[in-house]
């Protein structure tokens, strides 16, 4: 199982990036995919998550109509759409897939994702 995240970089407050996870070695569709997040001096967090079966989608509030989350199973890729970013969007930012915890119902929770890439950082100035 590998999950490579990418697409992270310098942005100033108010501008936009495009993180992009390409996953292999499991049946991708089978699976939901989870963007992670871990700031200096904090704990991780879950930024947006995925469903692998009807495509739904969770949020944290903090990130709320300014991220969006896809799914492209053909091309075994999540992308997350960060918009508006903000000096606390500061993170290392890391996709994740839950092979041995999945359920049937969506949870953006770190501890219930068992395989995780590698992260990306994402630095966005004031």
């Known amino acids: 199982v590998q999950l490579q995240a990418s697409g992270g970089g310098l942005v100033q407050a108010g501008g936009s990036l495009r993180l992009s996870c390409v996953a292999s070695g499991f049946t ?3 699976y939901a995919i ?3 997040r871990q700031a200096p001096g904090k704990g991780r967090e879950g930024v947006a998550c995925i469903s692998n079966s009807d495509g739904s989608t969770y949020y944290a509030d ?17 992308n997350l759409q960060m ?3 903000k000096p606390e969007d500061t993170a290392v930012y890391y ?5 041995k915890t ?3 119902y969506l949870v ?3 501890s219930l994702y068992d395989y995780w890439g590698q992260g ?6 004031s």
């Open 120 to 125: 990306t950082l994402v630095t966005v100035s």
């Open 83 to 85: 918009n508006s970013l």
């Open 28 to 30: 991708f569709d089978d």
């Open 108 to 110: 953006c929770h770190y």
């Open 95 to 99: 996709c994740a897939t839950d092979i």
């Open 34 to 36: 989870g963007w992670f």
């Open 62 to 78: 903090s990130v709320k109509g300014r991220f969006t989350i896809s799914r492209d199973n053909a091309k075994n890729t999540v």
């Open 102 to 104: 999945h359920t049937d």
